[in-house]
């Protein structure tokens, strides 16, 4: 307990920075350190977020608040019910300094644009000092992405990925070139799924006390948010989440590599790590991960192409989207390069479709919380792209409905990746795809009520009009694109009559889609 003779110093601990090194408690004094953490409302509901995804958080910080308290700190927790919790965190910071009179704030920054606003605002707020922290958990820091950022017409990240190869040492032989000759093995790793495919069970955790309670609790607060709680099965301490790392590279990480971008109806998981939430929250160390896989390479457990894969999505695309966040924040936020104004569709929400490939997609994700990238991108997002569906609407649903989805990585990925809203800042071509590639990388073509070899008309996927549609209505802004342009002359080929066809079937599927209902992803006021 923090002694009488001193003001203590107050540590706020946000609910992804469940570590036990995290910068603010590293060199700290038990018995000189009050710790915070605060389960509020504003951040529970500025989107509304999947039921599993506030049970996993909250659940999560009980935990680690717990493990906290057992090694000696000084723990104050508020939790969503206390009668006083102001329901923000300015507000419970607020309150803590009341209760505690502390000589100074100490805080890791908050991962997130909005929530950093905040706290930029606290020095000014409180009469103590306040120190915001570096969050050195990530492996490049905003400096050294601004660093590497700097004077690039184009911010590739395959190059950012070989740097941090270079400097983690990560696949590097001694001469300083990638192990095996090539530093991406991406096109190994695009196998569709195998009849008969039968990936491990990944470990499941039963919800204990705590995590029960946090589900009732969310079942009663957040009865009206999207998603069920009934298969809530993410690990929620650092002992379970190293379980589950432990049988993806016992059990997964060979085949993970070649079938990453495969999708089989039902089959929620298939080879993938299921990690990321895990990672995102704090729990697991993503350079100790790296080490794992590379270790399992070494050792001969694993290809280099499934290693490869698994680091290049870690210290490449993880560390690169956050570095992007935050370099094109604010203005990332309200991009939309392609002018796309179509409200996002009801069925996002209610899985209410005939398309097979997004009825399944969005089922994974109502019962889990998780869909996993492929889906996003190349289903879901694709959709959405080729519809013209704001970006607005599109960030807050990615945002709401994935257990791992924080705005630093879901935003880039959204406005760049999924709907190059940008105009080409991250993603060099715009990822739209017909129903082929769907049918060449999935089975769901297979009992769909679609389809895929039809082109237009009833009957036809609408994955193939709205790839067209898509193409003709961007031209003016697509055509000069090197990696695309050539499309435009197998459009030029076609007979009129054929184009018109493409052209009408799109609008007549695009005039029925039903807008979403308000009050799905914001609270309406």
Known sequence: MPTDCAAPILVPILG???TRDLASLRGRAKDDTVILMMEVWDEATYVKHHKQKIALIFSAMRHFAAELSDAGWTVDYVKLTDQENSGSFTGEVARAVERHDPRA?????ASEWRVRQMQDDWPDKFA????ILPDDRF????AEFEEWAGGRKHLTMEYFYRDMRRRTGLLIRGDGKPVGGEWNLDKENRQPPKDGMAPPTRPKFEPEDITREVIELVESQFSDH???LERFEWPVTRAQAEEAADAFFAERIEKFGPYQDAMVHGSDDLYHSMLSASINLGLLDPLELCQRAQQAYEEDRAPLNSVEGFIR???GWREYIRGFYWHFMPNLQTANELGADRPLPEFYWTGETDMRCMADCIRSTHENAHAHHIQRLMV???FALLAGINPRDVQDWYLAVYADAYDWVEMPNVVGMILYADGGKLATKPYAASGNYINKMSDYCKECRYSVSKKTGD?????????WHFMGRNRDRLESNHRIGRIYSTWDRMAEEKQREYLDSAEIFLDSLQPASKGWARNED
């Open 139 to 142: 492996l490049c820091s905003h």
């Open 313 to 315: 999505q870690i210290i």
């Open 16 to 18: 992804d920075q469940l």
């Open 105 to 109: 704030i100490h805080v890791v920054e």
């Open 226 to 228: 999207f998603g069920s």
């Open 459 to 467: 009957g036809a996927c609408p994955f193939n009009p709205l790839y």
């Open 380 to 382: 879901l997002g694709n």
């Open 128 to 131: 103590c000092d306040v120190e």
